[in-house]
């Protein structure tokens, strides 16, 4: 296994927006993957995923419902700003979990949606379902750093990373045990996300660059990702009726952030909108 390999900076469409510049902000050295590679060795790393608990397989879990929900721990974002403190990460994900979330995603990037991994660590202790860490994952030691600090499931954006890249590193994942997230927004990308033998397919209905919502992305690349593989909606998704307009497109499960993040119940509204499908 290449566990040093650096793949070329990701090549994602965000790049060229301006609010996805990549100058570097307050404190942002000190948390930045070279930063943090800096501190704390990829051997280190390998030893703390060496004693981690087993990831556990997200994939089969999502198989299992009719419809999963992967809810998100989500404190800001590009296209909304500043949504939600979110004082105890670990309160949260707990409320997820009693509401019936099959896995919590946490977004770790600092500067754009005010994540880190001491969130991931907070939420891993505190729930035993699957754990995502939502980043941008374009190198090993972002693999093996995700599964040091517990994660089951690492989220691998086609958008951002070439054809070698994401063979490389969706193959590291499966040697960690963990599932990938492989994100497409378009055709090309879902093709090349099923060419790299992705089993768990994410349609992110958010468009990269315009950060506009297309719900209709959904049921445009379903059909393309073969019936072997998990089917996750993603973003933009309000309420029960549009957890039962996923559903009925064939989606096995659905992330949502903001809805969650922002509402007044998070147990309340993970149970209403997974009893919406059922309804439906
Ligand atoms: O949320 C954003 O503004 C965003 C912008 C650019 C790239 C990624 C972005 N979000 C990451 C996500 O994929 C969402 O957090 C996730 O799908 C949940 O979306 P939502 O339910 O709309 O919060």
């Not at 296994?1 to 100058?23: E, K, N, Q, V």
């Not at 979330?101 to 729930?127: K, M, N, P, W, Y």
């Not at 297309?214 to 549009?242: H, M, N, Q, W, Y």
């Not at 307009?245 to 499960?253: I, L, V």
Request: aromatic share 4%.
């Amino acid at each position: 296994m290449d566990g040093g390999r650096i793949p070329p900076a990701a090549r994602l469409p965000l790049s060229t927006c301006p609010r996805f510049s990549r100058r570097s902000s307050p404190g942002s050295a000190r948390t930045s993957p070279t930063g943090r590679q800096a501190a704390t060795s990829l051997a280190e790393l390998q030893r703390r995923a060496a004693r981690a608990a087993p990831a556990i397989d997200a994939e089969e879990l999502f198989r299992r419902e009719d419809l999963s929900l992967i809810a998100e721990v989500k404190r800001r974002s590009p296209s909304k700003g500043d949504l939600a403190g979110i004082p105890d990460p670990a309160a949260l994900a707990g409320a997820y979990a009693a509401g019936g979330a099959t896995a919590i995603s946490v977004l770790t990037e600092r500067r754009r949606f005010g994540g880190s991994l001491d969130d991931l660590d907070t939420v891993r202790a505190a729930v035993d379902i699957p754990v995502l860490r939502k980043d941008f994952m374009v190198t090993d030691y972002q693999l093996w750093e995700a599964r040091a600090h517990g994660a089951d499931i690492v989220l691998l954006i086609v958008a951002a990373l070439s054809d070698v890249d994401l063979g490389h590193l969706l193959r590291l994942a499966g040697e960690l045990g963990m599932t990938a997230l492989v994100e497409v927004h378009d055709e090309v990308e879902t093709q090349r996300a099923v060419d790299a033998g992705a089993l768990v397919v994410g349609v992110n209905a958010r468009n990269l660059k315009t950060l506009e919502v297309f719900p209709d992305t959904f049921s445009r690349l379903a059909p393309l990702i073969p019936p072997g593989c998990v089917k996750v909606a993603e973003s933009g998704i309000t309420g029960p009726s549009d957890a039962a307009w996923y559903a009925g497109q064939g989606a096995d499960a659905i992330l949502v952030g903001e809805a969650l993040v922002t509402g007044a119940d998070p147990v309340l509204a993970v149970e209403e909108l997974l009893r919406q499908q059922v309804a439906s």
